[in-house]
């Protein structure tokens, strides 16, 4: 979609904001729903569903039991997966069937997480100083959650929507390979999660300094490529070292790529994203990404600086993750190898990526293998469907918060369902500090109001969409 369009419907939307009427909604549901939400958060954080030493089928099952207690029929409930270790699961709530599906999906591995790194342990839900603590807590249990704990309370309601819900909490997004529950299903169940579009994870909420500045809507991301650099040689005795050292032509390398950094530059979502960002940022910030929308590279040096998100945004970006190397203490290495993971802008091909990796790298010594055939999914359309209920639910908790539409710099299943005809929208409600993401890392967290207003908000947000005025 041309950047025009972008900007002519982003115009549009913040023209028309303060005019169109607002839901009287409520920043979080009641007591009961809350503690419904709460106790399937609890169940699913504590079920150790780690992409190698967990497993998803519990949490399925789990679920699955909820929904049958609820009233849902065993007909409307579907357990199975790739692996049986790795099983999804998919519910449809019915509707009228007016309007074509809508999918939620959420999935429900998690990162390994190691008890010696963390201050607490990960695999129980704790709550302390008004955060809630454990692996997936925000990558990706609350929102698996709060869909369970709010189709359950749709049925209580018998609410009646235009479309057919469906509810797809999946395996192994973490891990991906081929127990990858979206893969899965698309390839062997299509007619159970196909939709209209879909809501995800992606888009979240940002705070700065406890203020509530956008709450993001997600309509494409980068694509993730693996490389393996690999060095090896015939080794040797330790008590003769040569400079020939497998160790240090990899950490040579790896110096290297350190100091290095892909072009910046905007593309068609970041544009106007950042335009958007210019009308919320207070400070001399304000001016900057006023600029970076205009396609200043001095600015986009400024931003990019200033936080490690603005600059994942603007530019593909490779970071080692895994070492390997040598096979005793006393011998000089005969392998030394990285895992480098790379998050790429769509536009850029794997290939370039490949080949400014090797120029970076400049030894030979070094190999330089792509893991795997990654390839970048389409941008999401800005539908003004989704746009305006997103914005009519964010104005009813926030008064005042715009949505903003993003490119997020991670990866999601939203790619797999992208390429597969399925529009793909990422946003939860949840806000988080723009200086404390701690996804994937040591002692994940979100606030505990956060996740009962995401779980209010995505109440209305659904409801909007599925019953549309």
Same mark, same amino acid.
């Given at each position: 979609?041309?950047?025009?369009?972008?900007?002519?419907?982003?115009?549009?939307?913040?023209?028309?904001?303060?005019?169109?009427?607002?839901?009287?909604?409520?920043?979080?549901?009641?007591?009961?729903?809350?503690?419904?939400?709460?106790?399937?958060?609890?169940?699913?954080?504590?079920?150790?569903?780690?992409?190698?030493?967990?497993?998803?089928?519990?949490?399925?099952?789990?679920?699955?039991?909820?929904?049958?207690?609820?009233?849902?029929?065993?007909?409307?409930?579907?357990?199975?997966?790739?692996?049986?270790?790795?099983?999804?699961?998919?519910?449809?709530?019915?509707?009228?069937?007016?309007?074509?599906?809508?999918?939620?999906?959420?999935?429900?591995?998690?990162?390994?997480?190691?008890?010696?790194?963390?201050?607490?342990?990960?695999?129980?839900?704790?709550?302390?100083?008004?955060?809630?603590?454990?692996?997936?807590? %925000?990558?990706?249990?609350?929102?698996?959650? @709060?869909? @369970?704990?709010?189709?359950?309370?749709?049925?209580?309601?018998?609410?009646?929507?235009?479309?057919?819900?469906?509810?797809?909490?999946?395996?192994?997004?973490?891990?991906?390979?081929?127990?990858?529950?979206?893969?899965?299903? @698309?390839?062997?169940?299509?007619?159970?999660?196909?939709?209209?579009?879909? /809501?995800?994870? %992606?888009?979240?909420?940002?705070?700065?300094?406890?203020?509530?500045?956008?709450?993001?809507?997600?309509?494409?991301?980068?694509?993730?490529?693996?490389?393996?650099?690999?060095?090896?040689?015939?080794?040797?005795?330790?008590? /003769?070292?040569?400079?020939?050292?497998?160790?240090?032509? /990899?950490?040579?390398?790896?110096?290297?790529?350190?100091?290095?950094?892909?072009?910046?530059?905007?593309?068609?979502?970041?544009?106007?994203?950042?335009?958007?960002?210019?009308?919320?940022?207070?400070?001399?910030?304000?001016?900057? /990404?006023?600029?970076?929308?205009? %396609?200043?590279?001095?600015?986009?040096?400024?931003?990019?600086?200033?936080?490690?998100?603005?600059?994942?945004?603007?530019?593909?970006?490779?970071?080692?993750?895994?070492?390997?190397?040598?096979?005793?203490?006393?011998?000089?290495?005969?392998?030394?190898?990285?895992?480098?993971?790379?998050?790429?802008?769509?536009?850029?091909?794997?290939?370039?990526?490949?080949?400014?990796?090797?120029?970076?790298?400049?030894?030979?010594?070094?190999?330089?293998?792509?893991?795997?055939?990654?390839?970048?999914?389409?941008?999401?359309?800005?539908?003004?469907?989704?746009?305006?209920?997103?914005?009519?639910?964010?104005?009813?908790?926030?008064? %005042?918060?715009?949505?903003?539409?993003?490119?997020?710099?991670?990866?999601?299943?939203?790619?797999?369902?992208?390429?597969?005809?399925?529009?793909?929208?990422?946003?939860?409600?949840?806000? @988080?500090?723009?200086?404390?993401?701690?996804?994937?890392?040591?002692?994940?967290?979100?606030?505990?109001?956060?996740?009962?207003?995401?779980?209010?908000?995505?109440?209305?947000?659904?409801?909007?969409?599925?019953?549309?005025?």
């Amino acid at each position: 979609m041309p950047n025009s369009k972008y900007f002519s419907l982003l115009l549009f939307f913040a023209a028309s904001f303060l005019a169109s009427p607002s839901l009287n909604g409520q920043s979080t549901r009641p007591d009961a729903e809350k503690k419904l939400a709460h106790d399937i958060y609890k169940e699913f954080i504590e079920i150790q569903s780690g992409f190698t030493t967990g497993s998803t089928t519990p949490v399925a099952e789990a679920a699955a039991a909820r929904l049958k207690a609820a009233g849902f029929s065993e007909s409307d409930i579907f357990l199975g997966g790739a692996n049986p270790r790795k099983a999804n699961l998919v519910v449809r709530y019915r509707g009228t069937g007016k309007l074509k599906p809508i999918l939620l999906l959420a999935h429900i591995d998690v990162v390994e997480a190691k008890r010696e790194d963390w201050s607490m342990d990960p695999f129980q839900l704790n709550e302390r100083d008004g955060y809630f603590y454990g692996r997936g807590t %925000g990558d990706d249990k609350a929102q698996a959650a @709060i869909w @369970i704990a709010n189709l359950i309370q749709y049925k209580k309601e018998g609410f009646k929507p235009d479309r057919d819900i469906i509810v797809a909490l999946t395996a192994d997004e973490e891990g991906g390979g081929p127990f990858n529950g979206v893969d899965w299903l @698309i390839a062997n169940h299509r007619d159970s999660i196909d939709a209209e579009f879909c /809501l995800n994870e %992606g888009g979240w909420g940002e705070m700065i300094n406890g203020k509530h500045v956008a709450n993001y809507l997600q309509v494409a991301e980068k694509y993730v490529v693996n490389f393996r650099f690999e060095v090896r040689n015939k080794g040797g005795h330790s008590s /003769l070292p040569v400079a020939d050292n497998a160790i240090y032509h /990899l950490a040579g390398g790896l110096q290297r790529l350190s100091q290095f950094g892909f072009p910046l530059k905007t593309n068609e979502v970041t544009k106007p994203y950042f335009q958007q960002m210019a009308n919320i940022e207070p400070g001399p910030l304000k001016q900057d /990404l006023a600029a970076v929308a205009q %396609g200043s590279q001095e600015a986009m040096q400024r931003v990019a600086a200033t936080s490690a998100a603005f600059n994942a945004t603007l530019r593909t970006t490779c970071v080692a993750t895994l070492l390997e190397g040598g096979h005793a203490m006393n011998a000089l290495p005969q392998l030394a190898a990285a895992t480098v993971n790379c998050r790429v802008l769509p536009e850029d091909s794997a290939d370039y990526v490949l080949t400014t990796l090797r120029e970076v790298v400049a030894d030979d010594q070094v190999s330089v293998k792509p893991l795997g055939q990654p390839e970048p999914g389409p941008v999401s359309p800005l539908r003004p469907d989704v746009l305006d209920a997103a914005r009519r639910a964010t104005e009813s908790h926030w008064h %005042g918060v715009p949505v903003v539409p993003n490119m997020v710099m991670g990866a999601t299943d939203g790619k797999r369902l992208r390429m597969s005809g399925i529009p793909t929208y990422g946003i939860q409600g949840i806000f @988080i500090d723009r200086d404390d993401v701690r996804f994937h890392g040591r002692d994940e967290r979100i606030m505990i109001d956060s996740f009962y207003e995401g779980q209010s908000f995505l109440f209305d947000l659904v409801k909007l969409l599925a019953k549309p005025n």
